[in-house]
C-alpha cells in the first residue's frame, strides 16, 4: 500500500517561493500520475497540478506561469516549485497518486496525502 508524505509548506510573504515535495513509499506495483489539489477554507478541493509517469504535465489556470511541477521517478517523488506566491494561494496542498494495480490493466486507485498549510501573507 502506498503512503504519500508532504512537506515543503509553511509561511511565506506575497511575490515569495515555496517548494513542496511529496514521496511514496510503501509496497506496491507502480505509480501513474501524480499531482497536488488544494483546499482553501470554505472551499472544494481543485487540481493545482498534475504529470504523469512519461512526464506530461497539466496545470490548473491559476497556476500557470507560476508553478512548476516535476517528478523523480526513481524516488517516487514529485515536486510542486511556487513562484511569485499570492494571498489567494493560501490553503492545504494534497499530493495526489494514482497507484497501478498490479493484476488489472488500467484500474488505479487515489491516494491521497495528509495535506500540508501553505499560507502567504499579503
Known amino acids: 500500500q502506498v503512503q504519500l508524505v508532504e512537506s515543503g509548506g509553511g509561511l511565506v510573504q506575497a511575490g515569495g517561493s515555496l517548494r513542496l515535495s511529496c514521496a511514496a513509499s510503501?509496497?506496491?506495483?507502480?505509480?501513474?500520475?501524480m499531482g497536488w489539489y488544494r483546499q482553501a477554507p470554505g472551499k472544494q478541493r481543485e487540481l493545482v497540478a498534475t504529470i504523469t509517469s512519461g512526464g506530461r504535465t497539466n496545470y490548473a489556470d491559476s497556476a500557470k506561469g507560476r508553478f512548476s511541477i516535476s517528478r523523480d521517478n526513481t524516488k517516487n517523488t514529485v515536486y510542486l516549485q511556487m513562484n511569485t506566491l499570492k494571498p489567494e494561494d493560501t490553503a492545504v496542498y494534497y499530493c495526489?497518486?494514482?497507484?497501478?494495480?498490479?493484476?488489472?490493466?488500467?484500474?488505479?486507485?487515489?491516494?491521497w496525502g495528509q495535506g500540508t498549510q501553505v499560507t502567504v501573507s499579503s
Open positions: 510503501g509496497t506496491f506495483f507502480s505509480i501513474d500520475t
Open positions: 495526489y497518486a494514482a497507484e497501478r494495480d498490479r493484476y488489472y490493466v488500467g484500474v488505479k486507485y487515489d491516494i
